[in-house]
C-alpha cells in the first residue's frame, strides 16, 4: 500500500492550482485538487479575468454603437441595452471554463476533493470529514478583496468585484474607490452603460507600477471617454441611507474634506493572500508582513514537502503567471526544471483601449543606473490603427544604451493586450531592438507599431 494517499494534493483550484493538478498528473503523479467553491478554476474564472472581459466586451459593443464609433463607419444603429442578457452570456462564459476544468480534471485523471482544506501536519490536509495526506502538497489558495476599514461591502450599494460584476441595473453615479486595474475595467464597464463614473484615487496618478508615460497618457484618454478622477485624494468614510451613499474624502496631503453622493461605490483597493483558516501553523508554516508565503525560486516553502505558488506567494496577481507557476511547481516536485521567468510577466489593462507592459518601466530602468534609449511610436502613424479609427496610444521600448538588449516593452493600443505577447518572447528569448526592428511583420497589422519603436530606438522610424 502507498504510504501517502496522494502524490501531490494541490490546495485551491485557481489558474495557479488547476494547471499544476493537471501538468502533476500528466507527469504520471496520483494528484488530488482542494476547492471550496461549487465550481472549479478559482477568482480567475469565476469572478475576475472571465467575467470581467465578458462585460467588458459587451459592453464595448454597446458603447461602439451608442457613442457614434459605428455611425463613422456607415453603421446607424441606436443600441438598447438588455442589461439580463449582458449577464446570462457573462454567466455562460463562466460556466463553459468553469465546466471545463472539471472535464479537464477528469481527463487527465485528477480527483476533485470538495471543500475547505486545513493543514494537520506537513502531509495531511483535513478536507471536511476526511484526512487526506500526500507527499507533496502545493499552496495555491489565491487572493481576496482587500477591505477598506470601516467600509462594510453589502454587495448592493458598496460593492467589491464580484459586486460590481452583477449589478442588476445600471447607476446613476458609480464611485470607484482605487485607479488600478481592476478599477478601471469596472469603471469602464459602467461607463460605458450610461452611468457617471467618479474614479478617487489616494495617488497622484492612476495605474501604480506602469510605465509613467502610460499611466499619463491612459488617465488623458479615460477622461476623453468621460470618467472623472479625484487623484491624491483619499476616502475617509462612506455613510449609506438607503440605497444611496456619501463619500467623504479629503486631499491626500491633507485639506479640508468635502462629500461625494453615489449609488453604487465600488471598493477596489487591492487584494489580499488567502491563508486564513489554513491552519498553516500545524504545518509548521507562517506568512510575511503582506500576508505572503515565502518561497524560494523553485516555489518551495521553508517546509519540505510543502510548495506554494499564485496569488498567495509574493509577486504580481495574475492569472498567467500563476498558471506558470502551476507548470513549474508540478516540474520541479516530479524532479524536472520548472522555472519562470519573473522579470518577464506581462500585465494588460483590457480597457478601450488596451493598456500593456512587460519587463522595466522607464522609471526602474533608469534606477538601475545604466544608461537606456527610449523609443517611442504613436498609434496614430500605424495604418491599421488610422483605418480603424483607434488613433489613441503608442508603443514605448526601452533598451540598454550599450549592449541595446530590451528591458521592457509598454503599450497602449486597441489589441495592446495581443502585441504584448510578441514584446515578452523577444525578450525570453533577450532579443535587442535591432532584433525587433529587423524582424518582418505582417502589414497592415498594429503590430508593426511595436517595429517601429525598435526603430525609434535607433532614432529611424519610418511613418513618423
Ligand atoms: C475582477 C477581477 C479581474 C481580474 N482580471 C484579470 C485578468 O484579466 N488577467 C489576469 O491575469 N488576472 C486577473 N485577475 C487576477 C486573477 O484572477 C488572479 O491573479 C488569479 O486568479 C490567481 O490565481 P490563483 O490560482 O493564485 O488563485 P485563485 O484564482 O484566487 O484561486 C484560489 C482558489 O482556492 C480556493 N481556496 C482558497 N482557500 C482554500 C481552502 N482552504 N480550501 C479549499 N479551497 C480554497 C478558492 O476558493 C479559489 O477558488 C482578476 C481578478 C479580479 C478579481
Redo the contacts with the bound molecule.
Keep these: 500500500m502507498a504510504e501517502y494517499d496522494y502524490d501531490v494534493l494541490v490546495?485551491?483550484?485557481?489558474?495557479?492550482?488547476?494547471?499544476a493538478a493537471i501538468r502533476a498528473a500528466q507527469l504520471g503523479l496520483r494528484t488530488a485538487c482542494?476547492?471550496?467553491?461549487e465550481t472549479?478554476?478559482?477568482?480567475?474564472?469565476?469572478?475576475?479575468?472571465?467575467?470581467?472581459?465578458a462585460m467588458l466586451h459587451a459592453s464595448e459593443y454597446f458603447d461602439a454603437a451608442a457613442n457614434g464609433a459605428m455611425a463613422k463607419m456607415g453603421i446607424k444603429v441606436t443600441p438598447e441595452l438588455d442589461l439580463p442578457t449582458m449577464h446570462a452570456q457573462r454567466q455562460d462564459a463562466v460556466k463553459q471554463l468553469t465546466g471545463g476544468i472539471e472535464y479537464l480534471f477528469k481527463k487527465n485523471k485528477v480527483t476533485w476533493l470538495k471543500?475547505?482544506?486545513?493543514f494537520v501536519d506537513a502531509h495531511t490536509v483535513q478536507?471536511g470529514e476526511q484526512a487526506v495526506t500526500a507527499k507533496d502538497i502545493v499552496i495555491?489558495?489565491?487572493?481576496?478583496?482587500t477591505a477598506l476599514p470601516g467600509v462594510t461591502i453589502d454587495q448592493k450599494v458598496i460593492v467589491?468585484?464580484?459586486g460590481?460584476?452583477e449589478l442588476a441595473r445600471v447607476p446613476e453615479h458609480l464611485v470607484v474607490i482605487g485607479g488600478g486595474?481592476?478599477g478601471l475595467?469596472?469603471g469602464s464597464v459602467w461607463r460605458r452603460l450610461g452611468a457617471k463614473v467618479t474614479v478617487v484615487e489616494y495617488l497622484d496618478q492612476i495605474l501604480p507600477g506602469f510605465d509613467g508615460d502610460v499611466r499619463k497618457e491612459s488617465n488623458k484618454i479615460f477622461k476623453k471617454q468621460g470618467l472623472e478622477f479625484k487623484l491624491s485624494t483619499k476616502v475617509t468614510a462612506v455613510a449609506v441611507n438607503g440605497d444611496k451613499a456619501t463619500l467623504t474624502v479629503e486631499p491626500a496631503a491633507g485639506g479640508a474634506p468635502e462629500t461625494i453622493e453615489a449609488d453604487v461605490v465600488l471598493v477596489?483597493i487591492g487584494?489580499r493572500p488567502?491563508?486564513?483558516?489554513?491552519a498553516l501553523e500545524k504545518a509548521g508554516l507562517a506568512t510575511n508582513q503582506r500576508g505572503q508565503i515565502e518561497i524560494d525560486h523553485s516555489f518551495k516553502t521553508s517546509v519540505a514537502g510543502i510548495w506554494a505558488?499564485?496569488?498567495?506567494?509574493p509577486g504580481?496577481?495574475?492569472?498567467?503567471?500563476?498558471?506558470d507557476?502551476?507548470i513549474a511547481v508540478a516540474d520541479n516536485i516530479a524532479g524536472r526544471t520548472g522555472i519562470v521567468n519573473h522579470d518577464v510577466i506581462p500585465?494588460?489593462v483590457?480597457t478601450w483601449p488596451e493598456i500593456a507592459g512587460v519587463g522595466l518601466t522607464e522609471e526602474a530602468a533608469r534606477e538601475t543606473g545604466s544608461e537606456i534609449k527610449v523609443g517611442k511610436f504613436p498609434m496614430l502613424g500605424n495604418s491599421r490603427a488610422k483605418t480603424n479609427h483607434e488613433p489613441d496610444g503608442f508603443v514605448k521600448i526601452i533598451a540598454d544604451a550599450k549592449s541595446d538588449r530590451v528591458l521592457g516593452v509598454w503599450c497602449i493600443a486597441s489589441v495592446g493586450g495581443t502585441m504584448i505577447a510578441q514584446a515578452a518572447q523577444a525578450m525570453e528569448f533577450g532579443a535587442t531592438s535591432e532584433d525587433i526592428a529587423y524582424t518582418c511583420h505582417a502589414h497592415p497589422t498594429h503590430s508593426e507599431a511595436i517595429k517601429e519603436a525598435a526603430m525609434a530606438v535607433q532614432g529611424k522610424p519610418i511613418h513618423i
Design positions: 490546495i485551491g483550484s485557481g489558474p495557479g492550482g488547476y494547471v482542494v476547492e471550496s467553491r472549479l478554476g478559482g477568482t480567475c474564472l469565476n469572478v475576475g479575468c472571465i467575467p470581467s472581459k471543500g475547505r482544506g486545513a478536507v495555491a489558495t489565491g487572493s481576496s478583496v467589491d468585484s464580484t460590481a460584476l486595474v481592476i475595467e469596472l477596489s487584494r488567502n491563508t486564513d483558516g489554513l505558488i499564485g496569488d498567495v506567494v504580481p496577481m495574475l492569472a498567467h503567471k500563476a498558471e507557476e502551476g500585465s494588460v483590457y
